[in-house]
């Protein structure tokens, strides 16, 4: 009987103890269950938060690459507009500088038609049957004379003055440069813009100088006494 008991008392402990066991099974799988479930939450929000992070990395990267394409385009906007404008100042300085060409080669022009214009030159004066050679001065009033004479010889209808002059009217009137001049034999003036006077002696006056004839041979013989025609011409 007391075997009995034993048993029986064993059985029932046994019992107790495999119903706490199950209890506890239980009492831990929705335990386990809450933390497989914020094992998962917090995954999911890892997860969450590192793809939110490549996402921002991803935008931060396409601004980066695209600020940097833009820089890298108005780099070479800038610099294409930087080398046109130089090509364009370029060109500007060039156009300055043949503008300058052209006009130093156009006022050495002037300078020397001006020049050959004036340069010393001979013309003839004939007076009867002789002709003299005279050597012409350079200013404006010997221009205007010579401009004259390349149409057809000057023809000149002149008389006596005072016993050391021939004087007669041009029948136009020529620049002056007027100076005192004492004028000795041979020399060939202009007085008062429009007449031209030979000399065959000397006198002091103002006049514009012409000309002087280069040997005075013959000189007085041929312009004689009275009135006489003076041509003067180019040689």
């Known amino acids: 009987m007391r075997k009995f008991y034993t048993v029986l008392y064993l059985a029932i402990i046994l019992s107790c103890m495999a119903a706490c066991g199950k209890n506890d099974t239980q009492a831990q799988t929705p335990s386990r269950q809450a933390e497989l479930s914020t094992i998962?939450?917090?995954s999911q929000s890892d997860s969450s938060s590192n793809s939110k992070?490549?996402?921002?990395s991803s935008v931060a990267m396409d601004s980066t690459k695209t600020a940097d394409e833009t820089i890298s385009e108005n780099t070479i906007v800038d610099g294409s507009e930087n080398v046109a404008?130089?090509?364009e100042d370029a060109r500007e300085a060039e156009s300055v500088k043949e503008t300058g060409r052209n006009e130093t080669d156009t006022a050495e022009t002037d300078i020397q038609n001006?020049?050959?214009e004036n340069k010393v030159a001979n013309m003839n004066v004939q007076v009867?049957?002789?002709v003299f050679s005279a050597t012409l001065e350079e200013n404006e009033a010997v221009s205007a004379l010579v401009e004259m004479m390349q149409e057809r010889p000057v023809a000149i209808q002149m008389s006596d003055y005072s016993g050391f002059e021939k004087v007669g009217p041009l029948g136009a009137s020529l620049p002056v440069n007027n100076s005192q001049t004492t004028t000795q034999a041979g020399d060939i003036v202009l007085y008062n813009g429009s007449q031209i006077v030979i000399f065959y002696g000397s006198n002091s006056w103002s006049y514009t100088r012409l000309g002087h004839?280069?040997?005075l041979t013959g000189w007085e013989d041929a312009l004689g006494s009275g009135e006489v025609t003076v041509f003067f011409s180019l040689e």
């Open 128 to 130: 009867g049957d002789v």
């Open 213 to 215: 004839i280069d040997d």
């Open 40 to 42: 998962e939450s917090s």
């Open 53 to 56: 992070n490549a996402d921002e």
């Open 85 to 87: 404008e130089s090509m």
């Open 114 to 116: 001006n020049t050959e």
